[in-house]
């Protein structure tokens, strides 16, 4: 895994979280919990690539090729 990886995902963490506490303290409980879902949806995309890299390395490994 690389470390910029990490790095965008402790950013987005942080941002999310900033953004979350502003909108829960000014009442906005339902932004904030929209801005948390969308956090979530943000990293799991950058997750995405990483997995499937997994993925075609374990079938390399283990010559799983299937169609």
Do not use: D, P
């Not at 470390?3 to 942080?14: D, E, F, M, P, T």
């Not at 829960?24 to 995405?48: D, H, K, P, W, Y």
Request: aromatic letters at 8%; a positive charge; proline letters at 0%.
């Amino acid at each position: 895994m690389n470390i910029a990886l990490v790095l965008k995902i402790a950013g987005v963490g942080l941002l999310v979280g900033i953004a979350y506490q502003i909108l829960q303290r000014n009442g906005r409980e339902e932004q904030a919990t929209f801005v948390s879902i969308a956090g979530v949806i943000i990293v799991m995309l950058l997750l995405v690539q990483e997995i499937s890299s997994l993925f075609s390395t374990v079938r390399s490994v283990f010559g799983l090729w299937i169609h």
